[in-house]
T-cell receptor
């Protein structure tokens, strides 16, 4: 099948804390994997991506590694800021082409000073 | 470069009424997607266009939803008649290719409330 499961939120952290948001996917082939972010009042935007096993996507201090053996793509950041408060969506490309994305339910992150 | 534009941003209607949403893609982007995002869930693809042709509408409730992309640029999504369960944010996204690595750029969405 084609599905994405991510940890439920909300996740509440203090500034400079370490962040992990778990994401796992069902594997049909080797799909490209993505993290999208939705800041308050804005549209979704691509945060990072990985297109094959063992790839590490990174952007704005966030990282995620494509783990084929555990079918996971966990999002991490070493030191979060208040400005990172947003909803984070894990997504995989649909097996079958045409760039269709399957999204997880989203995880809301709230960072407090 | 201008982003994906959508209108209206908000719409409130009563059940059984009809409603239409409009999307203007980033210039030159051939692929256009409409997603439905119900509160607390991730976006779900309703329909995908490549230029003005439909390539995937498998999850579009065709008895009440319709979409078109005349001339391969702007697109409209219509619901007629609306049901309570159609309350959601409708997102338009576009990309400049159809491969699995092409980034999708999202508009701000239209929040629909059906009373």
């Amino acid at each position: 099948g084609n599905s994405v499961t991510q940890m439920e939120g909300p996740v509440t952290l203090s500034e400079e804390a370490f962040l992990t948001i778990n994401c796992t996917y069902t594997a049909t082939g080797y799909p490209s994997l993505f993290w999208y972010v939705q800041y308050p009042g804005e549209g979704l935007q691509l945060l990072l991506k990985a297109t094959k096993a063992d790839d590490k996507g990174s952007n704005k201090g966030f990282e995620a590694t494509y783990r084929k053996e555990t079918t996971s793509f966990h999002l991490e950041k070493g030191s979060v800021q208040v400005s990172d408060s947003a909803v984070y969506f894990c997504a995989r490309a649909f097996s079958g082409g045409y760039n269709k994305l399957i999204f997880g339910a989203g995880t809301r992150l709230a960072v407090h000073p | 470069e201008a982003g994906v534009a959508q209108s209206p941003r908000y719409k409130i209607i009563e059940k059984r009424q009809s409603v239409a949403f409009w999307c203007n893609p980033i210039s030159g982007h051939a692929t256009l997607y409409w997603y439905q995002q119900i509160l607390g869930q991730g976006p779900k693809l309703l329909i995908q266009f490549q230029n003005n042709g439909v390539v995937d509408d498998s999850q579009l409730p065709k008895d009440r939803f319709s979409a078109e992309r005349l001339k391969g640029v702007d697109s409209t999504l219509k619901i007629q008649p609306a049901k309570l369960e159609d309350s959601a944010v409708y997102l338009c996204a576009t990309s400049n290719g159809r491969g699995p690595y092409n980034e999708q750029f999202f508009g701000p969405g239209t929040r629909l409330t059906v009373l």
